[in-house]
């Protein structure tokens, strides 16, 4: 079965220094989302993009955050300048596009330890 | 956003049947109910969703009351790699749209 993968599993940094978080959705999708998990929380929507551009964003999701889809099958997020509170889970989902209710299909996670 | 509301947790032993409740009494017209779980460490994973009928699947069933103001989460039999949080969450129509959620229910089976 076809499944959403993420990398790197585990990323450990220094505050201030910039993080890339990256993804390989469904091959057929069209539609990905990031969400981030604060250890003990909810799940959180970041941004959803599709046809190579951000087409919502929470609060969460301010100039430090960026997506990019750079080749086709990657989808990336990038954390300019880390904070503590970046520490979290990051899921990368993707959803196909039948017009009707999609099923969004999430990776693995990439846990984020900002020191 | 469409706002549900489920106990915090619940207990099941191993083998029986578990029912998961759901309260959306501010639900519209538009709106589907699905169902998400997220086991240990592990991103979220889908298991159903409806829209007024009774749906079911290789996962569990979801029964949706008539007024579609509940809706219930039905795992036939419980094991104990069902243990997660179970989520349920509120769909506008035209789907593609990010899912929101609660805290949901974090589920317990017992041996």
């Known amino acids: 079965e076809p499944e959403v993968t993420q990398t790197p599993s585990h990323q450990v940094t220094q505050m201030g220094q910039e993080v890339i978080l990256r993804c390989v959705p469904i091959?057929?999708?069209?539609?990905f989302y990031w969400y981030r998990q604060i250890l003990g929380q909810k799940v959180e929507f970041l941004v959803s993009f599709y046809n190579n551009e951000i087409s919502e964003k929470s609060e969460i999701f301010d100039d430090q955050f960026s997506v990019e889809r750079p080749d086709g099958s990657n989808f990336t997020l990038k954390i300019r300048s880390t904070k503590l509170e970046d520490s979290a889970m990051y899921f990368c989902?993707?959803?196909?596009?039948?017009?009707?209710?999609?099923?969004?299909?999430f990776g693995p996670g990439t846990r984020l330890l900002v020191l | 956003d469409a706002k549900t509301t489920q106990p915090n947790s619940m207990e099941s032993n191993e083998e029986e049947p578990v029912h998961l409740p759901c309260n959306h009494s501010t639900i519209s017209g538009t709106d589907y109910i699905h169902w998400y779980r997220q086991l240990p460490s592990q991103g979220p994973e889908y298991v159903i969703h409806g829209l007024t009928s009774n749906v079911n699947n290789r996962m569990a069933s979801l029964a949706i009351a008539e007024d579609r103001k509940s809706s219930t989460l039905i795992l036939h039999r419980a094991t104990l790699r069902d243990a997660a949080v179970y989520y349920c969450i509120l769909r506008y129509l035209s789907g593609n749209t990010p899912l929101v959620f609660g805290k949901g229910t974090r589920l317990s089976v017992i041996a």
């Open positions: 091959s057929n999708h069209l539609y």
């Open positions: 989902a993707s959803e196909g596009s039948s017009g009707v209710q999609e099923t969004q299909y």
